[in-house]
């Protein structure tokens, strides 16, 4: 084949290689491609290796599927008591319709950021200012159902918003310090008093509980003492049974050992006769004299009679 004939084929299989080549996408993960055919919408490239036919294809639009933030500016608003402030809001969004995202809007965050600004308004205007405060999440949940219905037929779906800042005026900001400051204080006061009263009745229970303590000490101590008298009196009374009964067994022992004796009678005188000079030893101003003792001869005669017989016994 003649040179000049190979260079023109070369040249050709070249450029056509080239433009299977140039014409050969790769769509990432997460990501869509929206094709166009002849100017009219044909397909949505998902994940993967695709061809595109070469000046009849083209891909209009490359789309994130993955959820994206969209952060808005502070937008100024004024509350049902006419409180202006500014809030500025955060909203979590997701492509889920390619074709409806690449044709619905012609710029879909710019309208989603008025939507959110006029929806915003609209909320806030029927709340007062304390109520805006406080209701964080009545009014997430209501801007939420809002602008997902409003992009639906943009192929968007809004899965969260969240006011970030709530900003009210100076002169308010002030106020709402001084009143945090004033609430403060009083709690603080309370918390003083309460303690101060908790402190109060803790000293007053442990006096009470001292008080107790030691009437209980006095009581024991005199259930003690009385106890110990009670015992002193016990064992005193027991010590003058016990000598009664000694004396009283002395003297029976005695009248036992007189009875053994079998003493005669003017032995019997004879201790009479010495117990009557014990009773007459000039102490006592009247005497009483035994019946037995009838005359003095008699007695006499029994004394002697006595004396003889006690002598005998001594001679012996």
């Known amino acids: 084949m003649p040179y000049q004939v190979i260079i023109p084929i070369i040249v050709v299989v070249s450029a056509l290689l080239a433009l299977v080549i140039a014409n050969l996408k790769i769509v990432p993960q997460s990501q869509a491609f929206v094709i166009e055919r002849l100017g009219a919408y044909s397909q949505t490239w998902k994940t993967g290796i695709h061809w595109k036919i070469p000046f009849i294809e083209r891909i209009a639009k490359r789309i994130n599927l993955m959820e994206q933030v969209a952060d808005f500016p502070p937008q100024p608003v004024i509350t049902k008591d006419n409180v202006r402030m500014q809030i500025d809001t955060v909203v979590f969004f997701q492509i889920t319709d390619c074709k409806l995202y690449a044709y619905g809007h012609t710029m879909p965050m710019t309208a989603i950021e008025n939507l959110t600004a006029t929806t915003l308004r609209n909320i806030i205007g029927e709340l007062e ?71 109060t009745i803790l000293v007053a229970q442990g006096k009470k509980e001292s008080m107790i303590l030691q009437a209980e000490a006095e009581k024991q101590s005199q259930i003690l003492k009385a106890e110990a008298n009670k015992e002193a009196k016990i064992r005193e009374a027991e010590g003058e049974a016990e000598a009664i009964l000694a004396i009283q067994k002395a003297t029976a022992d005695g009248i036992r050992m007189i009875n053994e004796a079998d003493p005669s009678e003017s032995m019997i005188a004879l201790r009479s006769l010495q117990a009557f000079e014990k009773a007459a030893d000039g102490q006592a101003t009247k005497i009483i004299i035994p019946s037995e003792i009838q005359n003095i001869t008699s007695l006499v005669a029994g004394v002697k009679e006595a004396a003889s017989e006690t002598g005998k016994k001594t001679g012996k």
């Open 129 to 199: 200012l304390d109520n805006t405060l406080t209701s964080r999440d009545i009014i997430n949940t209501k801007m939420r159902s809002i602008l997902d219905e409003a992009t639906d037929p943009w192929g968007i779906k809004v899965n969260r918003v969240e006011l970030k800042n709530i900003i009210p005026p100076k002169e308010i900001q002030d106020a709402m310090e001084k009143q945090m400051k004033a609430e403060r204080e009083r709690r603080e006061a309370i918390l003083r008093a309460e303690g101060e009263k908790n402190s």
